[in-house]
């Protein structure tokens, strides 16, 4: 696994956006609730709830922007990036497909 560098991608900043707009409206008051050393980590994509085994393993390996499946043995681009979401540090994990990882690049 490869991680992507800076530039952050676009499709990734707006992805990130969308997910903690996301979490905001599920958890809403409940994050000013969160004691001063709350942490959180979230994959910035999920498997559907009533996902099989297979499609679970599938998912690990998918891009999070395009959904292209990437097999073992080819390159799978992997990081994290870490927001301020109300004062408390959220971290988000990804998987980019190389065509994705390198779109916003210059």
């Given at each position: 696994?490869?991680e992507i560098?800076?530039?952050t991608?676009?499709?990734?900043t707006?992805?990130?956006?969308q997910?903690?707009?996301l979490?905001l409206?599920?958890?809403?008051?409940?994050?000013?609730?969160?004691d001063e050393?709350?942490?959180?980590?979230?994959?910035?994509?999920?498997p559907?709830e009533?996902?099989?085994p297979?499609?679970?393993?599938?998912?690990?390996?998918?891009?999070d922007n395009?959904?292209?499946y990437?097999?073992?043995?080819?390159?799978f681009?992997?990081?994290?990036l870490?927001?301020n979401v109300?004062?408390?540090?959220?971290?988000?994990?990804?998987?980019a497909c190389p065509?994705?990882?390198?779109?916003?690049r210059?």
């Amino acid at each position: 696994m490869t991680e992507i560098e800076e530039p952050t991608p676009p499709w990734l900043t707006a992805k990130i956006d969308q997910r903690v707009a996301l979490m905001l409206d599920t958890l809403g008051p409940a994050v000013s609730g969160f004691d001063e050393y709350t942490v959180v980590m979230t994959p910035l994509t999920e498997p559907e709830e009533d996902a099989t085994p297979a499609e679970i393993q599938r998912w690990e390996r998918a891009c999070d922007n395009c959904g292209r499946y990437c097999h073992v043995g080819e390159n799978f681009f992997t990081g994290h990036l870490v927001r301020n979401v109300e004062g408390h540090q959220v971290i988000f994990m990804f998987g980019a497909c190389p065509e994705c990882a390198r779109k916003g690049r210059s």
